[in-house]
């Protein structure tokens, strides 16, 4: 059985630790210019180069994502770009356009490259050519089956490692090559600044009529004629393995903490406990569908893994999350006489049950006895994002735990 790698996303220096503290074997995270998430927080340079470190401090890789598909103004940058990151040590660059590609092998000729899943790679012979251009890494086209990756990595090197999507938002579009938002408000996808127009509501209009648009809709709610159900695999641990597949990547560069927390805590427990015995995967079945439902989510499809998508892939009368649970915050330090430091994410007061999120899988939940402001005055409520609280629950907790509340 081939190792696999719990891969997730981090959106910046908190989420990566998050990732790292909660069982990630690898994250990927973009810097500031040239990934395809220009919308999320991204890394600074100082925070890049304090995740990485820390990252390999406890083992885990940092994939550094630069996947625009490239124009010609954005080439002298790029050049500029690797020699920065080349310092800092990532473990691999995530790339889509060949002409960055070469420029990273030119730069970092001792930094892996994995083919992002924008390049989309359908089929083994793609692999081989990325392969022979030095590659060590393809990620799958999102439209690919179980039984298309298996043949795959049938024909491909024992050495290079298929990625996979395997949980989070899908694309309407081919291998997330999307034309839609360009064309509607300027901003380009394939540049990072996607504005999500498959999760928007649509109407018709009839040629001779123009002006009226018709609603797209069965009912009063209307109809959103793009909008994907999220993928989510956990069930289905086993036969991602059995396939071939080497790191199982979670897509959501910009969740939040609670949401990374959630994902890949639940996938590690979902991952070892196949491992250790397809017998206790069995038996933890309902578990990982409780923890992995308590995440925000649009509903969940198989995607394309075990044929192809129909009508049932889709939500037609809304595009909003389902959210069951409130993020509050991480523990941060514990002082001597055990109140813990939070930086308040929502509101909550005393008296309130909160969830203590555990790494090794399992849930505690405490009462707030009593909470303080930064200037250590007993409060009633944290009403302001953001604010330095301290809060005493009764015991110690550890730096690092995230903190909820059910809804």
Request: hydrophobic content about 35%; some cysteine; proline content about 4%.
């Amino acid at each position: 059985m081939r190792e696999t790698e719990l891969l997730i996303p981090a959106s910046s220096l908190e989420v990566l630790k998050t990732a790292v503290l909660y069982g990630a074997n690898a994250v990927y995270i973009g810097g500031e210019m040239y990934g395809l998430r220009a919308k999320a927080k991204n890394f600074s340079e100082e925070d890049m180069r304090e995740g990485i470190q820390f990252a390999h401090e406890h083992g885990v890789k940092v994939f550094v994502t630069a996947n625009i598909v490239a124009h010609n103004e954005d080439l002298e940058g790029i050049h500029d770009y690797f020699r920065c990151l080349r310092e800092m040590k990532p473990d691999a660059f995530i790339i889509s356009d060949p002409g960055v590609f070469m420029i990273a092998r030119e730069e970092c000729p001792e930094i892996q490259i994995h083919i992002s899943t924008q390049a989309n790679s359908t089929n083994y012979a793609t692999y081989n050519f990325w392969y022979n251009q030095g590659a060590s890494r393809v990620v799958a086209a999102r439209e690919l089956s179980l039984n298309e990756i298996a043949e795959i990595r049938q024909h491909i090197p024992e050495d290079m490692e298929i990625e996979a999507f395997i949980h989070g938002a899908m694309c309407i579009s081919h291998s997330g090559r999307c034309l839609l938002s360009n064309y509607f408000t300027g901003r380009n996808a394939n540049m990072g600044a996607c504005t999500h127009p498959c999760r928007w509501k649509y109407y018709v209009m009839e040629e001779s009529r123009p002006g009226e648009y018709l609603p797209v809709e069965e009912n009063e709610r209307g109809t959103y004629i793009f909008n994907s159900k999220d993928l989510c695999m956990i069930e289905h641990v086993p036969d991602l393995i059995e396939a071939g597949v080497d790191s199982f990547k979670i897509e959501g560069r910009m969740k939040t903490a609670l949401y990374v927390a959630a994902v890949t805590r639940t996938y590690r427990r979902a991952i070892d406990d196949y491992k250790k015995s397809p017998e206790l995967f069995q038996k933890n079945l309902d578990y990982y569908r409780e923890e992995i439902a308590k995440c925000t989510y649009r509903q969940f499809t198989t995607g394309f893994y075990y044929g192809k998508t129909d009508e049932n892939s889709q939500i037609y009368d809304a595009n909003t999350y389902i959210k069951e649970y409130t993020y509050i915050g991480i523990v941060q330090e514990i002082d001597e006489r055990g109140y813990h430091k939070i930086y308040q994410r929502n509101k909550f007061s005393v008296g309130e049950e909160i969830e203590v999120m555990i790494p090794d899988g399992t849930n505690k939940v405490l009462r707030v006895l009593a909470m303080e402001n930064e200037k250590r005055e007993p409060v009633e409520s944290a009403p302001h994002p953001k604010q330095e609280i301290w809060i005493d629950f009764g015991e110690k907790l550890e730096p690092g735990y995230l903190l909820r509340r059910k809804e």
